[in-house]
């Protein structure tokens, strides 16, 4: 059987990676694949940039890494240009979409939520308004964005879940993502989706924030590491959306 970690907005958190890494190597995963933003939001980009590419075999591109990437963002943010050098704003900008693969006989689309999404979506919206994510064929729909794991039968046939985040989970402040195992090829075998909850040292989190000189936001980062509350402006008016 194979097994596959999916991470996914690691946000600049070293610490939550680092606890990430551990847990990695105590379950013996050692197929990564990251759903985007693996920079932003936190005091490290550069750091956690350089452990996605040593160790993810598939690493999209999310709104914060095309965002920084592209810097489409405000002058408050040459913070991040600053720390990633223009080599990594490069391969940032380069990052594919998305990634499609068969696994137990489904066929699988990943990708991080925004840009390809226009508005950020959350599991609990309507199946109608889901349904364009399993368009043309596929049966399973994996993303990240919300910075909330979860998981959806929905009426059409189609599984949606979400990774949750390592760096900047949202409801309950730890590092989350899922683990997908099942059988490579197009016949059909048995197929999980495994949550993981990860504690980490929030406070150190937020003592790198304190620490790093000229570091954006800091309110907004020490509100959401440590309490896991939204603390910028949010991107939709949809209740149970993050950012």
């Not at 070293?14 to 995963?29: G, I």
């Not at 990251?34 to 980009?45: A, E, H, Q, T, Y």
């Not at 495994?194 to 937020?206: G, H, L, M």
């Given at each position: 059987m194979r097994s596959i970690a999916l991470v996914a907005d690691l946000h600049g958190n070293?610490?939550?990676?680092?606890?990430?890494?551990?847990?990695?190597?105590?379950?013996?995963?050692t197929e990564i694949w990251?759903?985007?933003?693996?920079?932003?939001?936190?005091?490290?980009?550069a750091d956690t940039f350089d452990w996605a590419v040593r160790n993810c075999?598939?690493?999209l591109r999310g709104n914060w890494d095309e965002g920084i990437a592209r810097k489409h963002f405000s002058r408050n943010d040459q913070f991040y240009f600053d720390q990633l050098g223009e080599k990594r704003m490069?391969?940032?900008g380069e990052l594919p979409l998305e990634h499609h693969f068969t696994l137990s006989g489904k066929r699988i689309r990943l990708l991080h939520?925004?840009?390809?999404?226009?508005?950020?979506?959350?599991t609990r919206d309507t199946s109608d308004n889901l349904r364009w994510l399993f368009q043309p064929d596929f049966d399973i729909v994996g993303y990240a964005d919300v910075h909330r794991p979860g998981y959806r039968s929905l009426y059409f046939p189609g599984l949606l879940f979400n990774t949750g985040s390592v760096g900047n989970a949202l409801g309950v402040p730890m590092v989350q993502y899922a683990i997908l195992q099942g059988e490579d090829g197009s016949a059909p075998a048995p197929f999980d989706i495994?949550?993981?909850?990860?504690?980490?040292?929030?406070?150190?989190?937020?003592r790198d924030a304190e620490n790093t000189p000229g570091f954006p936001n800091i309110e907004c980062y020490i509100k959401e590491i440590r309490h896991g509350e939204y603390g910028r402006?949010?991107?939709s008016t949809k209740p149970d959306i993050e950012f």
């Open positions: 070293l610490p939550a990676t680092l606890a990430l890494d551990e847990d990695l190597k105590r379950r013996n995963l990251c759903l985007g933003d693996i920079v932003g939001k936190g005091p490290n980009s075999q598939v690493i490069q391969q940032l939520g925004r840009p390809i999404m226009k508005e950020l979506q959350s495994t949550f993981a909850s990860v504690p980490y040292d929030n406070e150190q989190a937020i402006k949010r991107p």
